[in-house]
């Protein structure tokens, strides 16, 4: 008997130390964005069915995702217990709000944060020093280990955001998902869901039935890049249902991605005019569709009586919301009252870029409208429409981000700029004290080219933006002095979907881009380096193919 309890307990010994000195190298850890601080060492934790995980009652969330990873990669049931060789903790002791540390031995793996955010940001960490096939849909891997390291991370900035137009071109629900999953991924953690267009009213409105029943469908939309070369004479369109939203937004808030939804106002509002024509400063005059592309279903609709359809080329529309009627102001009022309660986010995205005033001039509402509230121009009668909507917002608990056009006759007093004509919107804004986030077209704007080389890429809309330049841009300006910069939160990608008529393609304009401003957003300033990025975006790339994702591959080795 003795004897018998001898030979197990050293057939328990060797099997251990089987993975306890088994030797790691660089190639184990490539890891995007590059964490804080990452110190590697010999051992690996083998992931099997004796594996468990134990989390207090805040991180059940954050267990079950991982014993959903793990389960899905290794092929065995992982479980969560009282007491697990994978421990998830909160602690109080890490500074950063999103901050963790991640230590992994051959028995054990530690994950603590300040908060779940942390936590599971740590498991995202967790997930990248496992083979990428793990990503894949059916691949299990026989005997999954992970090697051990010790990770003390968190993000340099709060704001890390990709925006996504679902107007121009309108993406399914399961998509949005997909996306979502990919902001978790890059430890992004904010979608900011342009909802509201010229070319589409894309979310639910139970008060306003015609915005989806009108608005969310275009009779054709033009062929090529802007003018275009004829109208494609389909009809376009689709929307978001109440419970579509519910369902995305608590999707998104399980990987801890706040969803910020954006209602453009005065401008970019043809959809919602199309809907309710009293909106506009001059209802009976008919939506012009530059370089006369519209379609015939569009010249059907004037034709028989209705002045206003929902756009069906790009660029900007002189047909805005007229800002002398108060049933403007009633309108945008109800719409945000069902807006609010679906997104618990703190912020409300109200647009009010590229307004043109020309309308606004001739409008006689809108003219006494300005004598009545002692305006100098229209450019004040803009501000004064955007410090109306922030001040209904703030009663609400919320807060407005614009677009930099809302410096513009005066800044509304709380508000939030993304400045994406350039920088110098968010240098303005972050010395009047103003919270900035920034988007400048040059580096963020993932509409535009990835290479010189446009002859061969699919149609965009123009510029050039490849994944260096992404990588190589600083978001907190030089012009800024130390304490001016603490109102840059962060810095956020912009997907403007005119060209992008596909997932697909979103995917390709997307990925590897977001790589690069992943790691500008969360790692440290002092670390950046392309050589070393670049090579780790090979790695990288292995994700992207083993999800079946349709990725760039101007910055990718032969895959
Ligand atoms: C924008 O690109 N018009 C914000
Ligand atoms: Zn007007």
Not at 2 to 15: A, D, F, H, K
Not at 110 to 134: D, E, N
Not at 273 to 291: D, G, H, K
Request: with cysteine.
């Amino acid at each position: 008997m003795r004897l018998v309890v001898i030979v197990l307990i050293s057939l328990l010994t060797v099997s251990c130390n089987k993975y306890k000195d088994i030797a790691n190298t660089e190639q184990d850890y490539q890891i995007i964005p590059k964490p804080t601080s990452l110190e590697i060492s010999n051992g690996r934790f083998l992931v099997d069915s004796n594996t468990t995980i134990s989390a207090s009652e805040d991180l059940q969330n954050e267990a079950s995702y991982l014993a959903e990873m793990l389960s899905h990669a290794s092929g065995s049931t992982i479980n969560t217990g009282d007491s697990g060789n994978i421990q998830l903790k909160l602690d109080d002791t890490i500074d950063n709000e999103e901050g963790y540390t991640l230590s992994i031995t051959y028995n054990q793996i530690v994950i603590s944060g300040k908060t779940a955010k942390g936590v599971f940001y740590g498991i995202q960490t967790l997930r990248q020093l496992m083979p990428a096939s793990i990503e894949s849909e059916t691949n299990k891997i026989a005997e999954l280990t992970i090697p051990a390291v010790t990770v003390k991370d968190s993000p340099r900035y709060q704001y890390r955001g990709m925006h996504l137009d679902v107007a121009r071109h309108f993406f399914p629900v399961d998509f949005v998902k997909k996306y979502i999953d990919l902001i978790a991924l890059h430890k992004m953690n904010t979608f900011h869901w342009h909802l509201t267009e010229d070319q589409g009213w894309r979310i639910e409105i139970k008060k306003y039935p015609k915005l989806t029943e009108i608005g969310a469908w275009r009779s054709g939309t033009i062929v090529g890049h802007h003018p275009g070369t004829e109208n494609d004479q389909k009809r376009y369109g689709g929307f978001y249902t109440q419970e579509d939203v519910k369902d995305i937004v608590a999707y998104a808030a399980k990987q801890h991605i706040t969803v910020i939804p954006e209602i453009e106002l005065p401008g970019h509002s043809s959809a919602a005019i199309a809907a309710y024509p009293s909106l506009s400063c001059f209802p009976e005059e008919q939506t012009v569709v530059t370089n006369n592309m519209i379609s015939e279903g569009g010249k059907a609709i004037q034709a028989a009586g209705t002045p206003k359809i929902v756009q069906e080329t790009w660029g900007v529309f002189k047909d805005v919301y007229c800002a002398g009627k108060d049933e403007t102001f009633a309108f945008l009022q109800d719409v945000l009252d069902e807006v609010i309660p679906l997104f618990p986010s703190a912020y409300i995205h109200i647009g009010g870029d590229e307004c043109p005033k020309e309308n606004w001039k001739e409008c006689p509402n809108c003219q006494k409208r300005i004598k009545d509230e002692g305006l100098h121009d229209e450019h004040e009668l803009q501000s004064y429409f955007i410090t109306r909507i922030e001040k209904y917002l703030n009663s609400k608990g919320k807060n407005i981000i614009g677009w930099d056009e809302i410096l513009e006759g005066g800044l509304a007093p709380n508000a939030t700029v993304m400045s994406w004509r350039g920088t110098k919107g968010g240098i303005e804004a972050a010395k009047h004290k103003h919270n900035v986030i920034m988007t400048p077209n040059h580096s963020c704007y993932f509409d535009h080219y990835q290479t010189e080389d446009k002859a061969n890429e699919p149609l965009a809309i123009g510029g050039k933006t490849t994944v260096a330049d992404v990588y190589a841009y600083e978001p907190t300006p030089e012009e800024l002095t130390e304490e001016e910069s603490k109102y840059i939160l962060g810095a956020q990608a912009n997907v403007w979907t005119e060209y992008m008529a596909t997932t697909d393609y979103v995917e390709y304009m997307i990925l590897p881009r977001m790589a690069a401003l992943s790691e500008v957003v969360w790692s440290p300033k002092s670390s950046k380096d392309w050589d070393d990025f670049n090579a780790r975006l090979q790695h990288f790339a292995d994700r992207y193919n083993a999800m079946g994702l349709n990725y760039a591959k101007h910055s990718i080795q032969d895959k």
